[in-house]
DNA sequence: CAGTGGTCTAGACCACTGC
DNA sequence: CAGTGGTCTAGACCACTGT
């Protein structure tokens, strides 16, 4: 007998609506342990026969814990509580220059010191206007050279970064290669006389569209970060603007802010 | 005739289910504006006519647009869409010295820059033993004077904040008073001593808890932001952790970051 | 193949809203 | 009161998974 759901019964004549309160009982047993990470959940048929109830209020249920991000479904296997991915502490330096001396880009050393295995894949490269957002941010009207592409750790893929640089910057160099290189882009902006003086983040959460949720095999319940990113020159000038999207689940930001 | 479902019919030959199809012409209505903010989407007895499917293939449709945040259903009213919230974007300076000048706590002083009425309620002082998640960042095993606090926009809550300073800090001070008085607890620590130097800040996203959505009145699909901030005296001493959960769809954080 | 979740139908009763 | 969304039942067929 599963143990799980023994003791377990709706009351009634409670307020609270039936599939709410058989969403209760599974989270608190998700939460306390009793169905540990990666374990499967009674089937909608067991609930059913369990709780006395139909099959669309056994749906409703679940379908809260999966909006709360505690489980997922697989089709045709069963309802798993979800592993929680590891997480990657973004510090505020780690666009410093010392970091670029070992010819990594951020984020493969930033993994490797993590212990996780970082993976880069759906590279692309291509020139277009630039779209009003990101001219604005550039101060530039001009092409714009597009470096898309997607960052998995462990296989599974954390966040999709899409670099926009003025056409009359990068263009003809190795930035518009589908690999820039020993340290990136920003080692390769630096060695063409754009020393980099400082960026600034503009972070936004929201929930993803459904095309992010695809690449990134996002889970429901999981909101994203949306971190647009712009590279000054020592001149002052804007040379990229960066537009990131990072599952939120598995990341936090560091930042440091002045007193004065 | 409402002209906003003339037209649109399901492609019952599509890979995509039904439910789907017709979630994505609602959104897709909402966001070319042909129905706009605060406006009535059609009943789910009206969809169920014109699409000629059962109720539930609506309410699956409509609850996948409310997860996405775009619309919120009314109970005895009807499904509407979401209005956006104004959306306040905090400065990477905001903390800065100079913003405490004219005697008003940060969130007083942005607010009326932003032309918004600020509102602060729900303050609560108390003293406890630190949490370990606080304890570990102010480095100090002691009791905490506990200051929260919940801010609102135009009568929109928008954020609460709860800040811990170490007791043999504020305690018996003004930051242990309801209201601390102009310039808000960081010129109360400066008075005392404590001239502050950096702060850092950890910013994490996540769906809110049932707690969190009702004392902020949070719509479904939205998440919030967590932003943990610690403020550093010159000395290098931790002398203030602030949790702060705030609503995401109404702020965008800046931050700066050196080059170097 | 049996068992799983994904989708859909066709009803029902209830609670809330506004007239 | 009529109209709205909230909850629930009792079925059905399908697609996917593992044996």
């Known amino acids: 007998m599963g143990t799980l759901l023994d003791g377990l019964a709706v009351d009634t004549a409670s307020d609270r609506a039936v599939f709410r309160q058989i969403a209760d009982q599974l989270r608190a047993a998700i939460q306390d ?48 509580v979800r592993r929680r991915p590891p997480v990657r502490r973004l510090a505020s330096d780690r666009f410093a220059r010392r970091h670029r001396k070992e010819g990594k ?98 972070v936004s959460a929201r929930m993803p569209t459904e095309a992010e949720a695809r690449v990134l095999a996002m889970m429901p319940g999981v909101p994203v970060f949306r971190l647009i990113r712009t590279a000054y020159d020592v001149e002052g000038r804007a040379v990229e603007v960066c537009d990131t999207i990072m599952s939120a689940d598995a990341y936090v930001l560091n930042y440091e802010l002045p007193a004065h």
Request: charged share 25%; aromatic share 4%; proline share 8%.
């Open 105 to 202: 880009a951020a984020f493969i050393a930033e993994s490797e010191q993590l212990g996780a295995q970082p993976d880069v894949d759906m590279i692309q490269v291509s020139e277009m206007p630039a779209p009003p957002e990101i001219a604005e941010r550039l101060n530039c009207a001009g092409p714009v050279i597009v470096r898309s592409r997607r960052y998995s750790l462990n296989g599974t893929p954390v966040e999709t970064a899409t670099s926009y640089l003025p056409a009359d910057v990068a263009k003809g160099t190795p930035i518009a290669d589908p690999n820039p290189g020993p340290g990136g882009i920003y080692a390769r902006l630096e060695e063409l006389g754009h020393t980099l003086e400082r960026f600034t983040e503009e």
């Open 33 to 80: 342990g009793s169905v540990s990470e990666g374990n499967r959940l009674p089937s909608e048929a067991q609930l059913m026969e369990h709780y006395g109830v139909a099959r669309m209020t056994v749906r409703n249920a679940l379908q809260l814990l999966e909006m709360e991000g505690l489980t997922r479904a697989e089709h045709g296997r069963g309802v798993y």
